[in-house]
C-alpha cells in the first residue's frame, strides 16, 4: 500500500468571518517532502498556513492528515497529528526566556526526559539559543528569534513544519544559515510547507511549488518548472 500524503488538501475555501480568501484550493506535501508557496501580498498564504493548523476555519473542502480527515480539527488535535506552525512574525512571548519560549512547543507533551533531549538538540542546532537561554526572547536579534520560532516549533516534534516568511526582514548571513539548518531539520525526515518571500531561495530549497493567486492554486509543480516559468520569473523574481 502506498503511503498516504503527510498533509492532503481538496478544495479548501475559508477565510475570516464574511471575508473569504481561500478558493479552491488542492494540495499535498508527502511525508518528508519539502514544498514551498508562492505568492503576491495578500494572495493568502498566511490564510492557509493557518486554515492548517487550525486557528483559521475552512468553510468547505478537506484537510486530510496521515490520511485521517481533520477539517476544522483544534490546534491542540493538528500538534498532536505532528502539524507544527512558525507563524509570520515569529509571536515569541518577549518577556519569557528563550528556554521557556522553546518549551511552550512542547506544551502537550509530557515525556520529560524527551523534552529535555529535544531541547538540547535544539541547541546544538542553534548554539547561540543556548548561551541565550536564560536571556528574555524579546532582546534576540531578528534571526535568533527566528531559530528560536523554528526551535520552538521542533519542541513539538512535527513531521510538518509550517513555516511563514523565513526570512523577513533577516540579513543574508542569518538566512543562509536558516536555509542550511532547514535543510538539516528536512533530511531528518520533517516535511516542511514552506512560505518565503524571496522566491529564488524558496525554489531553491523546495522540491516543488504551488503559486497561489487570489485565494486559488494558479500553477503547481516541481521547483525547477517554476523557476524556469516566465510568468513567475516575472511575477516573483523581478526577471522578464
Ligand atoms: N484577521 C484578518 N481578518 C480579515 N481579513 C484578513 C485577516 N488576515 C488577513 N486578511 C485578509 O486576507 C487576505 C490574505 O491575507 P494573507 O495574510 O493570507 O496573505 P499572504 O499571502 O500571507 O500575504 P503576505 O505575503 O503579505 O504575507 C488579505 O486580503 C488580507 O487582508
Ligand atoms: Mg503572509
Not at 468571518?17 to 503576491?40: H, R, Y
Not at 543556548?130 to 519542541?155: K, P, Y
Not at 520533517?190 to 518565503?196: G, H, K, M, T, Y
Amino acid at each position: 500500500m502506498t503511503q498516504p500524503a503527510k498533509i492532503s488538501i481538496s478544495g479548501l475555501q475559508g477565510g475570516y468571518g464574511d471575508v473569504q480568501v481561500l478558493w479552491d484550493i488542492s494540495l499535498d506535501v508527502k511525508p518528508g517532502e519539502l514544498v514551498c508557496l508562492i505568492g503576491s501580498n495578500g494572495a493568502g498564504k498566511t490564510t492557509l498556513l493557518r486554515c492548517i493548523s487550525g486557528t483559521v476555519p475552512a468553510t468547505a473542502g478537506k484537510i486530510l492528515v496521515d490520511g485521517k480527515d481533520m477539517t476544522n480539527a483544534t490546534t491542540a488535535d493538528l500538534v498532536r497529528a505532528g502539524i507544527a506552525h512558525v507563524p509570520e512574525g515569529r509571536r515569541l512571548f518577549s518577556a519569557m526566556s528563550v528556554r521557556d519560549n522553546l518549551l511552550m512547543g512542547a506544551y502537550l507533551r509530557d515525556d520529560r526526559t524527551e523534552i529535555a533531549a529535544d531541547l538540547d538538540r535544539v541547541y546544538t542546532m542553534f548554539p547561540i539559543l543556548g548561551e541565550r537561554r536564560r536571556q528574555d526572547a524579546g532582546t534576540l536579534s531578528g534571526g535568533e528569534q527566528q531559530m528560536c520560532a523554528i526551535g520552538r516549533g521542533l519542541l513539538a516534534r512535527p513531521s510538518l513544519l509550517l513555516i511563514d516568511e523565513l526570512s523577513l526582514g533577516l540579513a543574508p548571513r542569518a538566512v543562509e544559515l536558516l536555509i542550511e539548518r532547514l535543510r538539516d531539520i528536512n533530511r531528518s525526515g520533517v516535511a516542511i510547507l514552506l512560505v518565503e518571500q524571496d522566491v529564488m531561495d524558496a525554489l531553491d530549497l523546495a522540491e516543488r511549488g504551488y503559486v497561489i493567486n487570489r485565494g486559488r492554486v494558479s500553477m503547481s509543480g516541481d521547483s525547477k518548472t517554476l523557476a524556469a516559468d516566465p510568468s513567475v520569473r516575472e511575477a516573483f523574481m523581478g526577471l522578464a
